[in-house]
């Protein structure tokens, strides 16, 4: 059974920093690429980062200040989070790819940014 | 940039069709993707590439893409269909993914 399990939400100031986790199993991990999507409450989704083997992607509002990687020893995928501003609120979702789209998904994890 | 746009909402009689758009400019060129998301439940994969069901997915969801729109129906609707429904495409011009903005559908 697939499962992609979130980890590392929680509440943090503006300009901190987080790291999420997410931990997979049922596949093999590192034949798949990967992503990051998120959804502010009440709001859309939003897609933030992919990782392939030797290829990172990300959304305009992320980049620089977010980091995307994976350890495929460890069945893991991660995602950096500095300088974090109120809008970065949102439940992260993990994502397993299968080229560009995202046939399995995580449960969310929740990161609030708020002073 | 790419944009993907969506009605907001839908509504439908049970046992009717609906019709959920996504425009984009020649969309038809491009795999377009839906996602089903019920309240509190992380999203659903109900198509790939514009018209293929991942197993477990009933027959009743079907989808066409062409020229500038890309539609998602769903026949012989039922209560359990009511969610937000979202488009997503892989736009290579600037290596983004995105998606649309959702459209809630009601069945009334």
């Known amino acids: 059974e697939v499962q992609l399990v979130e980890s590392g939400g929680g509440l943090v100031h503006p300009g901190g920093s987080l790291t999420l986790s997410c931990a997979a199993s049922g596949f093999p991990f590192s034949s798949y690429q990967m992503t990051w999507v998120r959804q502010a409450p009440g709001k859309g989704l939003e897609w933030v980062s992919y990782i392939s083997s030797g290829t990172r992607y990300y959304a305009d509002s992320v980049k620089g200040r977010f980091t995307i990687s994976r350890d495929n020893a460890k069945n893991s995928l991660y995602l950096q989070m500095n300088s974090l501003r109120a809008e970065d609120t949102a439940v992260y979702y993990c994502?397993?790819?299968?080229?560009?789209?995202?046939?399995?998904w995580g449960q969310g994890t929740l990161v609030t940014v708020s002073s | 940039s790419y944009v993907l746009t969506q009605p907001p909402s839908v509504s439908v009689a049970p046992g009717k069709t609906a019709s959920i758009f996504c425009g984009g400019d020649n969309i038809g060129r491009k795999s377009v993707h839906w996602y089903q998301q019920k309240p509190g439940q992380a999203p659903v994969l109900v198509l790939y590439?514009?018209?293929d069901r991942p197993s477990g997915i009933p027959e009743r969801f079907s989808g066409s893409n062409s020229e500038n729109t890309a539609t998602l129906t769903i026949s012989r609707v039922e209560a359990g269909d009511e969610a937000d429904y979202y488009c997503?495409?892989?736009?290579?011009?600037?290596?983004?993914?995105?998606f649309g903005g959702g459209t809630k559908l009601t069945v009334l």
């Open positions: 994502v397993r790819s299968e080229y560009f789209y995202f046939d399995f």
């Open positions: 590439d514009d018209s």
């Open positions: 997503q495409v892989w736009d290579s011009s600037s290596d983004h993914l995105l």
